[in-house]
């Protein structure tokens, strides 16, 4: 993922950020389009308490779903960016 960058944007960096000792991580988009300063992040994960919970993901792709197809239990995973009292309808960890 972190190799795909968009391609109306010529100088931007995706940029892996990983804190493998606190469970945190990130993909960022760094760098300038026209005269602008781009830093976005693009997908965010925390591993808290044996679940992931997706923090963000600005991708077309479905993270929860593709973290099954590797074996993660759906009860295993959270979506963080849904308020605490609404992820019960989820279908995913609350």
């Known amino acids: 993922m972190a190799e795909i ?3 109306n944007i010529k100088n931007i960096e995706n940029q892996v950020i990983a804190d ?3 469970n945190h991580y990130q993909l960022m988009r760094v760098g300038w389009e026209k ?3 781009v830093h976005d992040c693009v ?3 925390d591993i808290k308490e044996e679940k992931v919970w997706i ?3 600005w991708t ?5 779903e593709e973290l099954m197809s590797y074996g993660v239990a759906r009860l295993d ?3 963080g960016f ?3 009292n609404e992820r019960a309808l989820t279908g995913y960890a609350a």
């Open 60 to 64: 077309d792709i479905d993270v929860a």
């Open 20 to 22: 493998k000792a606190n």
């Open 77 to 79: 995973i959270v979506l």
């Open 5 to 7: 960058k968009p391609s």
């Open 82 to 84: 849904i308020p605490e």
């Open 43 to 45: 997908m965010h994960f």
């Open 55 to 57: 923090q963000c993901n």
């Open 35 to 37: 005269n602008e300063f």
